[in-house]
């Protein structure tokens, strides 16, 4: 069989082996770590914070951390303020032109952004660690029990899920080094993978049960999931392809150039970055209620928290589209494409070099963001459409959004390297007929 003669081939490569062994061995600490309770807190008193992480925004934040959040676990904060962290830092290279020429140092300018972000991922975690102390207490005295009270508890507890949420970003450094690479992306994928299984038996009894249907319907939702897993990773690896034709140079007995080749513009060169923009607005209102559940009751709030909800959905996709055109504008230059093609003695037939391919490139870009910024806002409210067709809250988030996205860009990312790796051993790859193709040339999800 294919399967099989592929994993011999992947153990007889012993740089592969290693590195997959070191990936294993980080993701079973990250989970270990995930289940690991803070100090002072009684895990038979989570319920309440269980069920709140049950449905709405604060579900995407448990599912993001494994379920972490919802064990008042040390790694509770997740990866997340790493990211955002991340995402500030590209913001400000754009804004800010101190942190745009770090940008343009290299590997010096790279390691001082990394620096910062970090510093900036701790200043995150200041903030967010008491405010998940405040809600965890608010959620336990549901429950009947409460945490302990006192300065040093809330102090020490701080630093704990501080050191925690840095301790996980190490790990997917580590992973990304010695490991498959990755690392980051990796860890969010392990968390959502972890609870699919949960949200799966709960949606098999759930259609055995009340919801009836039976296996029949079970069958005809795994079905739908399939397709659209298809749909996302068409968008995930779509491209529209732009000839370049390359004039002939002699440079002394040899002969360069004279060939066609293609630019393959990617229709969502965004990502996922749009839809974690996105999420990052809508949970806004998280925030400004400061975690307080009476402050939910008012309709605009209760409009916003709900993320079945018309409104919440509609402005959800508007900002998609918006974000989708925003971060193609900061990552696609067509001006430096087009010096670049102009100096390598490239043009694109029937333009001329210069301003008009730049700006050529630009209208393409535009008419293809388009179409991509309205199929990457369909796929990330698809889970809000799968639970008013009566599927559970859990098995409805798979069926699109950022978790999705990420599942599919990752493995996409995973098997495109491993394959990469048995091709240069002259091996087979993972596939007969083509190659994998990934989201980007780089293994860097973000």
């Known amino acids: 069989m294919k399967f099989i003669e592929t994993l011999k081939n992947i153990w007889r490569i012993q740089e592969l082996r290693v590195k997959l062994g070191y990936t294993l061995l980080f993701i079973l600490i990250y989970r270990f770590g995930s289940f690991v309770v803070l100090p002072g807190i009684d895990p ?39 990211i955002s962290a991340s995402i500030v830092m590209q913001l400000l290279a754009i804004a800010i032109p101190y942190f745009k020429k770090m940008q343009m140092e290299g590997e010096s300018g790279r390691n001082k952004i990394n620096r910062w972000t970090r510093y900036l991922t701790v200043a995150i ?130 002969q360069y150039g004279g060939v066609r080749q293609y630019i393959p513009l990617k229709v969502n060169a965004a990502g996922v970055m749009p839809i974690i923009f996105a999420q990052a607005i809508m949970m806004l209102p998280i925030m400004f209620a400061g975690f307080n559940p009476d402050k939910f009751n008012s309709g605009f709030m209760h409009a916003f928290m709900d993320n079945n909800g018309v409104w919440y959905n509609i402005v959800f996709a508007l900002l998609i589209i918006l974000f989708t055109y925003f971060y193609t504008a900061i990552t696609i230059n067509p001006t430096q494409m087009a010096e670049s093609i102009q100096q390598n003695n490239g043009f694109i037939p029937g333009v001329k070099p210069g301003k008009q391919t730049a700006h050529y490139i630009d209208t393409i870009m535009s008419r293809i963001t388009l179409p991509g910024s309205i199929f990457l806002a369909i796929v990330a409210i698809m889970p809000a459409f799968a639970s008013l067709l009566g599927i559970t809250r859990e ?34 790859g993972l596939m007969q007929s083509g190659r994998i193709k990934g989201r980007t040339g780089s293994m860097a999800a973000y």
């Not at 704990?160 to 690392?183: K, Q």
């Not at 799966?200 to 919801?211: N, V």
């Not at 495109?416 to 091709?423: A, D, G, K, V």
Request: glycine content about 12%; hydrophobic content about 50%.
């Open 44 to 82: 038979q008193a989570l319920t309440h914070l269980q069920e709140q992480t049950a449905g709405g925004l604060m579900s995407l934040l448990d599912m993001f951390s494994g379920g972490a959040f919802s064990n008042a676990s040390i790694f509770a904060l997740g990866i997340m303020p790493y």
């Open 125 to 254: 975690l200041l903030f967010q660690g008491p405010s998940y102390l405040v809600n965890l207490n608010v959620q336990m005295r549901y429950a009947g029990a409460s945490m302990p009270d006192g300065f040093w508890f809330s102090f020490s507890s701080t630093l704990i899920l501080c050191a925690g949420s840095m301790f996980v970003m190490w790990l997917g450094e580590r992973m990304t080094d010695r490991g498959i690479g990755n690392g980051i992306s990796m860890l969010i994928m392990i968390g959502i993978i972890a609870r699919f299984p949960g949200a799966f038996m709960k949606e098999f009894a759930s259609r055995l049960g009340d919801a009836g249907g039976g296996l029949i319907m079970l069958l005809a939702e795994v079905v739908i999931l399939l397709l659209v897993i298809a749909a996302s990773i068409l968008l995930v690896q779509g491209t529209r392809k732009v000839p370049v034709q390359y004039a002939k140079r002699v440079v002394g007995n040899r």
């Open 395 to 428: 098995f409805a988030q798979f069926y699109g959004g950022t978790s999705l996205l990420i599942l599919v860009g990752v493995v996409l990312d995973t098997l495109q390297q491993i394959e990469s790796y048995l091709l240069m051993r002259h091996c087979d």
